[in-house]
């Protein structure tokens, strides 16, 4: 499984764009790169899956670039609920042909907006 | 949405009693889920995979005889902490993917368990 590298921690300010960036060079074909949203207290929360190019759902975009080593989540005009951690998965996915969705997180990047 | 539902979401317990933690999907049928623990300011960490009706996978270092784990039906995991002691005090969490899954596992409320 490849392993991910995040920054620990990022601040920001309500309004404004979050990019956070991760680090996987050691992605295989199969693997798909997947985020997650955690707040104290509660487990893990989907915000987006993609394998290559750019993803973009109601929350969020996940830009891929063309190697794949990295991928960078983008939150648009974040708000203090948007404090929480950030997780950067890479594993198998059935998407891809894979078999156990097994992931492992990383350290995850804690995300601190401030009014 | 899919929706993993865990019980207890907390609990406490006298040092060598066994705890047991439930973990359900209520709207869909999960073939697959995982245990994971986590600790104060740290990252997930994966305990074990649960498949139904079959035995549980632990990842290294996990002893399975002291977390039991059993995935008797399609809706339904549990684990079972064994002789809890201090050091097992944690917040545990499940996580299941659907049986037609989409690449996205949903993963319950967690449960934190204090050892006295």
């Known amino acids: 499984l490849a392993k991910t590298t995040q920054p620990i921690s990022m601040d920001s300010y309500e309004g404004q764009e979050v990019n956070i960036t991760c680090s996987h060079n050691?992605?295989?074909?199969?693997?798909?790169i997947t985020w997650y949203q955690q707040f104290p207290s509660q487990g893990p929360r989907f915000i987006i899956q993609?394998?290559?190019t750019k993803v973009t759902n109601e929350v969020a975009s996940l830009f891929i670039p063309a190697d794949r080593k990295s991928s960078t989540l983008s939150l648009p005009r974040v708000s203090l609920s948007d404090t929480a951690v950030y997780y950067c998965l890479v594993g198998d996915s059935p998407l891809s042909g894979g078999a156990t969705n097994k992931l492992i997180f990383g350290t995850g990047t804690l995300l601190a907006v401030q009014p | 949405g899919a929706v993993v539902s865990q019980h207890p979401s907390w609990v406490i317990c006298k040092s060598g009693t066994s705890v047991k933690i439930e973990c359900r999907s209520l709207?869909?049928?999960?073939?697959?889920m995982f245990w994971y623990r986590q600790f104060p300011k740290q990252s997930l960490m994966l305990m074990a995979t649960?498949?139904?009706?079959?035995?549980?996978?632990?990842e290294q270092g996990v002893e399975k005889d002291k977390f039991l784990i059993n995935h008797a039906s399609l809706t339904l995991s549990t684990l079972t902490v064994t002789s809890a002691h201090p050091e097992d005090s944690s917040f545990y969490i499940c996580?299941?993917?659907?049986?037609?899954?989409?690449?996205?596992?949903?993963f319950g409320e967690g449960s934190r368990l204090t050892v006295l």
């Open positions: 050691n992605i295989a074909t199969n693997d798909y």
């Open positions: 709207d869909f049928q999960a073939t697959t």
């Open positions: 649960s498949n139904e009706g079959s035995k549980a996978t632990y």
């Open positions: 996580s299941a993917t659907r049986t037609l899954n989409t690449g996205e596992l949903f």
């Open positions: 993609g394998y290559k």
